[in-house]
């Protein structure tokens, strides 16, 4: 598989979704995130992680609490080991949130409860 046909594997509960501001799983590319345009909760997680699988039920909650206002991309590391790399991943969940413009503006790494994660959107503008 090419970098270009490479697909965002995203979750939703522990399953496996897009959910994110207007890009479908057939269009995604790992080269549009963070998605330009709006605030964005990039959150890297792996199967084997119990903390990730914790995190699951909050973050389908974020994602239908901000539908339409962000987007919420989860990245698999195993399946885009490229990606932990690219975005300096040491740890499992991270959650990295980036401004409309694509800028990093924040990072947590382990769980994060849906509290912390509503205060740092409303940090950055989203309520």
């Known amino acids: ?3 270009k046909t490479i697909k965002i594997s995203l979750i939703l509960g522990i399953g496996i979704s897009l959910l994110s501001w207007g890009i479908t799983a057939q269009s ?7 998605v330009k345009g709006t605030i964005n909760l990039v959150d890297f997680w792996s199967d084997y992680c119990l903390p990730c699988k914790m995190m699951a039920p909050v973050l389908a909650k ?3 609490n901000y539908q339409g ?3 919420i991309v ?7 080991p490229d990606q932990v790399k690219r975005f300096s991943i040491r740890v499992i969940p991270t959650q990295v ?17 849906e509290k912390e994660i509503a205060a ?4 950055m503008g989203v309520d």
Not at 74 to 80: G, M, Q, S, T
Request: charged residues 40%; without cysteine; aromatic residues 14%.
């Open 97 to 113: 949130f980036f401004d409309q413009k694509g800028k990093e503006v924040f990072r947590h790494e382990g769980f994060m409860s």
């Open 28 to 34: 995604a590319s790992l080269k549009e995130v963070p």
């Open 69 to 71: 206002k962000v987007a």
């Open 1 to 3: 598989m090419t970098k």
């Open 62 to 64: 974020v994602e239908k």
């Open 74 to 80: 989860h990245v698999d590391i195993e399946k885009f």
């Open 120 to 123: 740092q959107f409303k940090k």
